[in-house]
């Protein structure tokens, strides 16, 4: 295999005009199969959630799963497209040991869902919209584990196990038409479309999207064109794609590997290419050329789909308020910029902050608390801030507390402390732990006599004038008190004391 040296990316970009196509395949989260009534359970023993209909056993009738239909129409709505008042399932015909009826269940010509968009809005806040071709439903295939290798990969393998578990989940595909325009932005828009249609699949509730978990994963289709030329280039397929980061670099890899070929007189191939997380390439997968035949035709055992035009006014009418119209409505309500709102929507914390707010916090404070301490605890252990074991009722305690004046910050980072680590509620932590600001005044008043005595050089200079000064005694005091004074109060008594005004 040789190896191509890349051309830089600005050097690409200042011959070449990208154009994208992405497809997103969505496993939704039906409690049965599309075809059948097996659980989609995931972590089952293998090849325990399967009928004769998802094994494709000659005799077995499928039945469609009328969820998996709403969930589809849900998401075409959303995604502004037309909904067909009768479409049909097709046969894609192929071979493939995990796909048991040698063919997969599919939609052809005749999609529920086609000619939509989606609004994606890029980083300095610039909306571009990404039009939709189509969403169709299908199914997914069973999985594959070669075993015996080195590598995990078929290669060099003894023998592949095969687990029908997956076989017939509900999956919608959803296709844009060629994106054009985007220019140097375009693998922005490629991670920000796939993060927005994310959001709008999770808001929808028809799936948790979770890419990680393989439950959305992309195709980048990308070629280039010589710039001010209309003619679209030779595209390659680039499969699997299962972060958003990667969706990023993969287009971005793809943009110099293409300028790399065709500036130094080479042609680019239609191909599949395979992405390595490890080093941000691609490699090519298998030659594809348009003319693949899959002999699709009609599914002649199940019945066409004619959604009832009422029912789907019904479920527009349902559909919840957009991911990226609620973002701009709560970043006015929260009163950030675009930039910070980027950020928190990055950090997966925007309906974690809500939650907060809507439990009594104030917005600075709860973003704050999620943004700062629980999103550096999340980083260290590795994990996203919803799977912290921390509620935002607790998060919202936590604010209150803070509020009333019973934690300093610091105090309320142990009390946070306490509860991830299983101690309880944010009261429970503060009694069981005994973290609670010394707002006795006696006390205080106390501990900042003692401070004034012990440091009588630095209470001249303050009574002096030297304002400055007190926050050597301020220190004093919240060492002598463990932390557990307000130190705000505390300065003021130390200035009330030594007769300053502050
Ligand atoms: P396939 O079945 O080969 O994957 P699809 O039509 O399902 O084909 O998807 C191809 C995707 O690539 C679509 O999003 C389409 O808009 C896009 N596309 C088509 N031609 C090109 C091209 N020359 N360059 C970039 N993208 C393209
Ligand atoms: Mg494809
Ligand atoms: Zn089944």
Redesign the pocket.
Known sequence: MTVTELVSYEDALASYDP?????VHVELGTKTKMFCGCSTELGAEPNSQTCPTCLGLPGSLPVVNAVGVESAVKIGLALHCEIAEWCRFARKNYFYPDMPKNFQTSQYDEPIAFNGYLDVQLEDGEVFRVEI?RAHMEEDTGKSTHVGGATGRIHGASHSLLDYNRAGIPLIEI?????EGAGERAPEVAKAYVAELRELIKALGVSEARMEQGQMRC?V???LRPNGTKE????S?TKNVNSLRSVERAARFEIQRHAAVLSSGGTIVQETRHFHEEDGSTTAGRI?D?A?DYRYFPEPDLVPVAPAREWVEELRKELPELPRVRRNRLREEWGVSEHDMQSILNAGAVDLIAATIDAGADAASARKWWMGELARRANEAGTDLAALEITPEQVARVCALVAEGSLNDKLARQVIEGVLAGEGDPDAVVAGRGLAVVSDEGALGTAVDEAIAANAGIADKIRSGKVAAAGALVGAVMKATRGQADAARVRELILEKLGVEG
């Open positions: 154009v994208m196509g992405l497809e071709e296709v844009t038409k060629p994106i195709d289709n990308l070629s679209f280039g030779t595209r397929e594809k348009n693949e």
